[in-house]
């Protein structure tokens, strides 16, 4: 699988209606590289860079936990969007009262928030893998 691919499965976008282009997603990738980078006090010849395509040019071959790292960190930036998204564009609820009649759609914006410390969300795994990463020598899974 792609890189592309393995990210649209994971958040849910590889129905036949995409909520992301490839193009916005390949942007997505671009920035996590930047920031894994940063967080990993990566530099030169160790520094992770992807093209305009969204594919890793440097390092080759990246190992896997790395490659984790980078799906994560983009899965991350996503979700980011998706509760943003929700809140400012009017989608995360309301409550209507109408005498004793009442209306909540308000359960959405809950679930983004419990789910987004959830030991399973994308942000939370990435937090893990940093701290790993920074521990060198564990993986991940050693600490979950």
């Known amino acids: ?6 990210i649209r499965l994971d958040i849910g976008d590889d129905g036949a209606t995409q909520r992301f282009t490839d193009a916005q ?33 440097q390092p080759l071959p990246i190992s896997d936990e790395l490659h984790d790292i980078l799906l994560l960190q983009t899965e991350c930036l996503i979700y980011a969007r998706d509760v943003n998204s929700s809140v400012t564009g009017g989608t995360a609820g309301i409550v209507v009262t109408d005498g004793e009649q009442k209306i ?21 795994e990435l937090e893990k893998a940093i701290l790993a990463a920074k521990l060198d020598g564990f993986t991940p899974y050693d600490i979950w």
């Open 104 to 124: 909540d759609t308000t359960d959405r914006a809950d679930i983004f928030g419990d789910n987004k410390d959830a030991n399973y969300a994308p942000c939370v």
């Open 1 to 6: 699988m792609s890189l592309l691919s393995d």
């Open 25 to 57: 997603i390949y942007g997505f990738i671009e920035k996590a590289a930047r920031r894994v980078n940063r967080k990993l006090a990566l530099t030169d010849s160790d520094a992770l860079t992807v093209d305009s395509s969204g594919n890793i040019t």
